[in-house]
């Protein structure tokens, strides 16, 4: 995959913020995002996990500056996961799985997303209850080794559980997936790349693509911004990238 390449996309071009935009608002990196687009343009799997965990890098620092400004950060909130889950990700992002397996886990998740994105996955509740330690342990562990495997940095499943279970608000659930996304995408591009990995050159203009749409989104959402429409709007494109990652798998 080369820069010329990508100038022959231009609705990828136009997608990637949007995106970013839409992640960024809810305290996500967009991961699953971009490699719902990735897969949709028929990307070789080898360009789209590193991607991906850079722009999520990218994006959920900007995502977490603006949530943490607005004081939504609660730190014991986010410990307890990022504890696991760091160094799962990294055994995660040193793993290498085939491309069958590869698109049906994507798919997997990307289904989750899409559940989370149309609220079918719990809403918030009025009365908080207290983080369950062992249990945090156990999810954080879980979901960093998904992070790493597939490219994602796991927020997109986050945020249900601590939403379901009642130990944060949406605004803090937002805060604290921000952080953890991003420690797990370092984590596991770490890992990638001490495998012996290498980021594709052509994957760098994406950033200033992807920083635009993650700086609107991320100063909107801590300012309240209401994206639900456009949540949905979303998980319909994540909805036709899992259909065609299960038919092509």
Known sequence: MMVADLLDMPLLLLL?????FLYASVGHGGASGYLALMSAFAFPVTFMKPTA??????VSGISFYFYYREKKFR?????????????FSFL???LTVPTFYYKVILATVLFFAVLRLVGFLGKEKKEMTPLNLYAALIVGAIIGFLSGLIGIGGG???SPVIILLGWGTIKQTAAVSALFILVNSISGISG????????PESSFPLIGIVFVGGFFGAYY????????????????VLGIAIYKLYVTA
């Open 156 to 158: 997109i499943i986050l």
């Open 221 to 236: 959402g801590s300012k309240k911004f209401n994206s639900v429409i456009l949540k949905n709007i979303l998980a319909l």
């Open 75 to 87: 730190w014991n909130l986010f410990y307890p996961f990022a504890i696991t889950s760091i160094p």
């Open 53 to 58: 965990l850079v722009l999520n890098i990218l």
């Open 192 to 199: 990638f790349l001490i495998k012996g990995g290498i980021l």
């Open 92 to 94: 995660g992002g040193y």
């Open 16 to 20: 990637l913020p949007i995106v970013a």
